[in-house]
């Protein structure tokens, strides 16, 4: 059972914009920590999306933005492409547990 | 730039042990904390632990505490992942990563493209 609560699924049409939440507590998103977001496409190993709750790495559109605010975290894709189709995961460190947390993880289909 | 490989798909038998590798090439090897993932059939991901090559420095998930064994060989810039005893259970795919600061917390990076390790009961 993750302490990192996202929906199970999103959609969306060609072009779109798609929001995908992820909820925390107290001892981790609202105590302070980093939260990190992963692409996962189908059949492939994950890859950094997001980090440092807003930061784009080198190479990833900007398209996705990420934003954090109390205990909750958002992913938004705009101009939802056929190839964001796959599997998206948060992750922050959580100090109760003293280790490092996934969300439950997301699909996301394009329509 | 960072590139991680991780050794080949594994089929064993439960009770059996086994080391899988992840082998590291480019900067940071020795100044970059490697952390392992779990991914289940169908599953998300999980942490299981990280290991700080420089001194070898260990940190377990208390849900995989006493189950692996996390090893590095810096002379061949490689990160191991070991069971001394499989379980059914373990049937999943396996993920190494580099891990980057954020200002609080740590994420990863640079992934390596998976150990699959099937487990027969």
């Known amino acids: 059972q993750s302490v990192l609560t996202q929906p199970p699924s999103v959609s969306g049409a060609p072009g779109q914009r798609v929001t995908i939440s992820c909820t925390g507590g107290s001892s981790n998103i609202g105590a302070g920590y980093d939260l990190h977001w992963y692409q996962q496409l189908p059949g492939t190993a994950p890859k950094l999306l997001i980090y440092?709750?807003?930061r784009r790495p080198s190479g990833v559109p900007d398209r996705f933005s990420g934003s954090k605010s109390g205990t909750s975290a958002s992913l938004a894709i705009a101009g939802l492409q056929a190839e964001d189709e796959g599997d998206y995961y948060c992750q922050s460190y959580d100090r109760s547990l003293d280790g490092y947390v996934f969300g439950t993880g997301t699909t996301v289909t394009v329509l | 730039e960072v590139q991680l490989v991780q050794s080949g798909a594994e089929v064993k038998k439960s009770g059996e042990s086994l080391k899988i590798s992840c082998k590291h090439s480019g900067y940071r090897f020795t100044t970059s904390w490697i952390g392992w993932m779990r991914q289940m059939p169908g599953k998300g991901l999980e942490w299981m632990g990280l290991?700080?090559?420089?001194?070898?420095?260990?940190k377990y998930s208390p849900s995989f505490q006493g189950q692996i064994t996390l090893s590095v060989d810096t002379s061949v810039t490689t990160a191991y992942l070991q069971w001394s005893s499989l379980k059914a259970s373990d049937t999943a795919m396996y993920y190494c990563a580099t891990m980057g600061a954020g200002t609080s917390s740590y994420y990863f990076d640079y992934w390596g493209q998976g150990t699959l390790v099937t487990v027969s009961p």
């Open positions: 290991i700080w090559p420089g001194d070898s420095d260990t």
């Open positions: 440092a709750n807003n």
